[in-house]
Protein backbone atom coordinates (compact mmCIF):
# COMPACT_ATOMS: atom_id res chain seq x y z
CA UNK A 1 0.00 0.00 0.00
CA UNK A 2 1.81 3.47 -1.25
CA UNK A 3 0.57 6.69 0.49
CA UNK A 4 -1.16 7.51 -2.56
CA UNK A 5 -4.19 5.04 -1.67
CA UNK A 6 -3.68 4.84 2.20
CA UNK A 7 -7.33 5.43 3.63
CA UNK A 8 -6.75 8.98 4.69
CA UNK A 9 -9.99 10.24 7.33
CA UNK A 10 -7.83 12.37 9.16
CA UNK A 11 -6.21 15.02 7.36
CA UNK A 12 -9.50 16.98 6.60
CA UNK A 13 -9.44 17.35 10.95
CA UNK A 14 -5.69 17.22 11.56
CA UNK A 15 -5.95 20.50 13.39
CA UNK A 16 -8.59 19.83 15.41
CA UNK A 17 -7.48 16.47 16.06
CA UNK A 18 -4.37 17.62 17.35
CA UNK A 19 -5.99 19.99 19.77
CA UNK A 20 -8.61 17.62 20.65
CA UNK A 21 -7.88 14.00 21.34
CA UNK A 22 -6.81 13.22 24.97
CA UNK A 23 -2.96 12.31 26.16
CA UNK A 24 -2.12 9.04 26.79
CA UNK A 25 -1.64 8.24 30.53
CA UNK A 26 1.84 7.30 32.33
CA UNK A 27 0.50 3.82 33.14
CA UNK A 28 0.65 3.02 29.37
CA UNK A 29 3.82 4.04 28.65
CA UNK A 30 4.73 2.56 32.07
CA UNK A 31 3.48 -0.92 30.59
CA UNK A 32 5.83 -0.27 27.30
CA UNK A 33 9.00 0.35 29.75
CA UNK A 34 8.37 -2.60 31.88
CA UNK A 35 9.39 -5.02 29.10
CA UNK A 36 11.68 -2.89 26.79
CA UNK A 37 14.92 -0.48 27.64
CA UNK A 38 15.16 2.86 27.65
CA UNK A 39 17.87 1.97 25.40
CA UNK A 40 15.07 1.14 23.18
CA UNK A 41 15.29 2.44 19.16
CA UNK A 42 11.49 3.08 18.48
CA UNK A 43 9.07 3.26 15.19
CA UNK A 44 5.78 4.74 15.41
CA UNK A 45 3.90 3.79 12.31
CA UNK A 46 0.20 6.15 12.41
CA UNK A 47 1.55 8.22 14.54
CA UNK A 48 -1.05 11.56 13.59
CA UNK A 49 -0.40 14.60 15.32
CA UNK A 50 1.99 12.98 18.10
CA UNK A 51 -0.75 12.01 20.72
CA UNK A 52 1.66 8.95 21.25
CA UNK A 53 5.14 10.39 20.91
CA UNK A 54 5.29 12.89 23.47
CA UNK A 55 5.69 9.50 26.01
CA UNK A 56 7.42 7.35 24.15
CA UNK A 57 10.17 10.10 23.66
CA UNK A 58 10.55 10.91 27.23
CA UNK A 59 10.96 7.03 27.62
CA UNK A 60 13.03 5.69 24.95
CA UNK A 61 16.38 6.92 23.51
CA UNK A 62 14.59 7.72 19.99
CA UNK A 63 11.52 7.67 18.05
CA UNK A 64 11.20 7.40 14.50
CA UNK A 65 7.57 8.66 14.27
CA UNK A 66 5.51 8.00 10.62
CA UNK A 67 2.24 8.72 9.02
CA UNK A 68 1.08 8.75 5.55
CA UNK A 69 -0.26 11.93 6.00
CA UNK A 70 1.51 15.29 5.68
CA UNK A 71 -1.02 17.30 7.08
CA UNK A 72 -1.14 15.35 10.15
CA UNK A 73 2.74 15.24 10.55
CA UNK A 74 2.60 19.24 10.02
CA UNK A 75 1.10 19.64 13.26
CA UNK A 76 2.98 17.00 15.00
CA UNK A 77 3.72 17.84 18.72
CA UNK A 78 7.42 17.25 17.88
CA UNK A 79 7.69 20.78 15.76
CA UNK A 80 7.12 23.18 18.67
CA UNK A 81 8.90 21.41 21.19
CA UNK A 82 12.13 20.77 18.86
CA UNK A 83 12.21 17.18 20.29
CA UNK A 84 15.66 15.81 19.81
CA UNK A 85 14.87 12.70 19.98
CA UNK A 86 11.98 11.95 17.59
CA UNK A 87 12.10 11.92 13.77
CA UNK A 88 8.97 12.49 11.59
CA UNK A 89 8.40 11.29 7.95
CA UNK A 90 5.70 10.49 5.94
CA UNK A 91 5.88 6.99 5.20
CA UNK A 92 3.06 4.51 5.44
CA UNK A 93 2.49 1.44 7.85
CA UNK A 94 4.05 -0.92 5.73
CA UNK A 95 6.63 0.47 4.56
CA UNK A 96 9.76 2.28 6.06
CA UNK A 97 13.11 3.14 5.36
CA UNK A 98 14.49 1.78 8.65
CA UNK A 99 16.90 -0.39 8.59
CA UNK A 100 16.34 -4.27 9.41
CA UNK A 101 16.49 -5.49 12.70
CA UNK A 102 17.05 -1.50 13.52
CA UNK A 103 14.05 -1.30 16.34
CA UNK A 104 13.65 -2.49 20.04
CA UNK A 105 9.82 -1.60 20.16
CA UNK A 106 7.12 -1.13 17.37
CA UNK A 107 4.30 1.32 18.69
CA UNK A 108 1.13 1.78 16.76
CA UNK A 109 -1.53 4.08 18.91
CA UNK A 110 -4.85 3.91 17.62
CA UNK A 111 -3.84 3.37 14.11
CA UNK A 112 -3.66 -0.67 13.08
CA UNK A 113 -6.77 -0.82 11.94
CA UNK A 114 -6.23 1.45 9.21
CA UNK A 115 -3.17 -0.84 8.14
CA UNK A 116 -2.56 -3.75 5.26
CA UNK A 117 -1.99 -5.90 8.34
CA UNK A 118 0.02 -8.83 6.64
CA UNK A 119 1.81 -6.17 4.65
CA UNK A 120 2.68 -4.57 8.45
CA UNK A 121 3.15 -7.71 10.09
CA UNK A 122 5.61 -8.69 7.51
CA UNK A 123 7.46 -5.31 7.80
CA UNK A 124 7.26 -5.25 12.32
CA UNK A 125 8.86 -8.85 11.48
CA UNK A 126 11.63 -7.26 9.52
CA UNK A 127 12.62 -3.75 11.70
CA UNK A 128 12.70 -5.55 15.26
CA UNK A 129 15.36 -6.75 16.38
CA UNK A 130 15.35 -10.17 17.95
CA UNK A 131 13.34 -9.94 21.52
CA UNK A 132 11.89 -6.57 20.51
CA UNK A 133 8.26 -5.55 21.24
CA UNK A 134 5.42 -4.92 19.07
CA UNK A 135 2.69 -2.96 21.05
CA UNK A 136 -0.81 -1.66 19.60
CA UNK A 137 -3.24 -0.19 21.56
CA UNK A 138 -6.41 1.89 21.60
CA UNK A 139 -9.88 3.07 22.49
CA UNK A 140 -13.81 2.74 21.75
CA UNK A 141 -15.88 5.38 22.33
CA UNK A 142 -16.08 7.59 25.43
CA UNK A 143 -18.49 6.58 28.66
CA UNK A 144 -20.73 9.22 28.26
CA UNK A 145 -20.72 11.17 31.46
CA UNK A 146 -23.44 11.08 34.57
CA UNK A 147 -26.84 12.76 33.44
CA UNK A 148 -25.66 12.91 29.60
CA UNK A 149 -26.67 9.55 28.15
CA UNK A 150 -29.33 10.69 25.99
CA UNK A 151 -27.64 13.62 24.72
CA UNK A 152 -24.93 11.65 24.02
CA UNK A 153 -26.68 8.75 22.41
CA UNK A 154 -28.82 10.99 19.89
CA UNK A 155 -25.15 12.26 18.54
CA UNK A 156 -23.93 9.04 18.67
CA UNK A 157 -27.15 7.86 16.45
CA UNK A 158 -26.48 10.85 13.87
CA UNK A 159 -22.85 9.78 13.06
CA UNK A 160 -23.40 5.91 13.10
CA UNK A 161 -23.39 5.52 9.64
CA UNK A 162 -20.78 8.02 8.94
CA UNK A 163 -18.10 5.42 10.76
CA UNK A 164 -15.85 3.70 8.21
CA UNK A 165 -15.82 -0.27 8.59
CA UNK A 166 -12.29 -0.27 10.56
CA UNK A 167 -14.29 1.10 13.14
CA UNK A 168 -15.71 -1.76 14.61
CA UNK A 169 -12.29 -3.34 14.72
CA UNK A 170 -11.64 -0.69 17.41
CA UNK A 171 -14.81 -1.77 19.46
CA UNK A 172 -13.65 -5.32 19.14
CA UNK A 173 -10.14 -4.23 20.64
CA UNK A 174 -8.52 -5.72 17.83
CA UNK A 175 -9.95 -9.20 18.66
CA UNK A 176 -9.48 -12.12 16.08
CA UNK A 177 -6.23 -10.39 14.57
CA UNK A 178 -3.27 -12.68 13.17
CA UNK A 179 -0.59 -11.72 15.38
CA UNK A 180 2.85 -12.53 14.27
CA UNK A 181 4.54 -13.02 17.28
CA UNK A 182 3.86 -14.54 21.06
CA UNK A 183 1.86 -12.66 23.42
CA UNK A 184 3.25 -10.75 26.32
CA UNK A 185 0.59 -9.91 29.66
CA UNK A 186 -0.60 -6.24 29.28
CA UNK A 187 -2.87 -4.81 31.78
CA UNK A 188 -6.38 -2.61 31.92
CA UNK A 189 -6.07 0.30 31.50
CA UNK A 190 -8.05 3.80 31.65
CA UNK A 191 -7.60 6.79 29.38
CA UNK A 192 -9.10 10.02 31.47
CA UNK A 193 -9.53 13.65 29.72
CA UNK A 194 -11.09 16.36 32.19
CA UNK A 195 -12.19 19.20 29.89
CA UNK A 196 -14.30 21.80 29.39
CA UNK A 197 -17.36 21.62 27.46
CA UNK A 198 -15.84 23.99 24.56
CA UNK A 199 -13.06 20.91 25.03
CA UNK A 200 -15.54 18.14 24.73
CA UNK A 201 -17.37 19.52 21.60
CA UNK A 202 -13.93 20.08 19.86
CA UNK A 203 -13.47 16.49 20.65
CA UNK A 204 -16.72 14.93 19.25
CA UNK A 205 -15.58 17.63 16.01
CA UNK A 206 -12.21 16.05 15.18
CA UNK A 207 -14.20 12.63 15.16
CA UNK A 208 -14.16 11.19 11.49
CA UNK A 209 -17.58 10.57 11.48
CA UNK A 210 -18.46 13.66 12.40
CA UNK A 211 -16.02 15.11 9.55
CA UNK A 212 -17.98 12.88 6.92
CA UNK A 213 -21.45 13.41 8.59
CA UNK A 214 -21.11 17.43 7.76
CA UNK A 215 -19.70 15.91 4.27
CA UNK A 216 -22.58 13.98 2.78
CA UNK A 217 -25.27 15.44 4.81
CA UNK A 218 -24.32 19.36 4.87
CA UNK A 219 -25.32 19.19 8.24
CA UNK A 220 -23.03 20.12 10.85
CA UNK A 221 -23.79 16.87 13.60
CA UNK A 222 -21.92 18.56 16.57
CA UNK A 223 -23.30 22.07 15.99
CA UNK A 224 -26.98 20.55 15.72
CA UNK A 225 -26.45 18.43 18.88
CA UNK A 226 -24.46 21.32 20.70
CA UNK A 227 -27.53 22.81 22.40
CA UNK A 228 -28.76 19.04 24.18
CA UNK A 229 -25.08 18.57 24.62
CA UNK A 230 -24.45 21.84 26.79
CA UNK A 231 -28.02 21.44 28.64
CA UNK A 232 -27.30 17.93 29.69
CA UNK A 233 -23.50 19.26 30.59
CA UNK A 234 -24.25 22.16 32.63
CA UNK A 235 -22.50 25.34 32.97
CA UNK A 236 -20.00 24.97 30.15
CA UNK A 237 -16.93 26.63 32.22
CA UNK A 238 -17.46 23.41 34.04
CA UNK A 239 -14.43 20.65 34.19
CA UNK A 240 -15.86 17.34 33.85
CA UNK A 241 -14.73 13.61 33.76
CA UNK A 242 -14.52 11.99 30.10
CA UNK A 243 -12.93 8.57 29.90
CA UNK A 244 -12.59 5.48 27.80
CA UNK A 245 -11.44 1.73 28.00
CA UNK A 246 -7.85 1.86 26.43
CA UNK A 247 -7.01 -1.64 25.23
CA UNK A 248 -3.26 -2.84 24.73
CA UNK A 249 -1.48 -5.46 22.75
CA UNK A 250 1.88 -6.57 23.51
CA UNK A 251 3.50 -9.13 21.30
CA UNK A 252 7.60 -10.12 21.59
CA UNK A 253 9.57 -11.41 18.70
CA UNK A 254 11.37 -14.33 19.54
Request: aromatic share 12%.
Amino acid sequence: MGTSSFKDHFSGVADAYAAARPEYPDALFDALAAHVPASAHVWEPGCGSGQATRGLAARFAHVHATDPSAQQLSSHWAHAEAAANVSLAVEPGERTTLAEGSVQLVAVAQALHWFDRPAFFAECQRVLAPGGVLAAWGYPDFLAPEGMTEAVAAFRARIEPHWPPEREQVDARYAGYDWPFPAVPAPSLWLEAEWSLPHFLRYLSSMSASARCLAVTGIDPVAHHAPALAAAWGDAADVRTITWPLFLHLRRKP
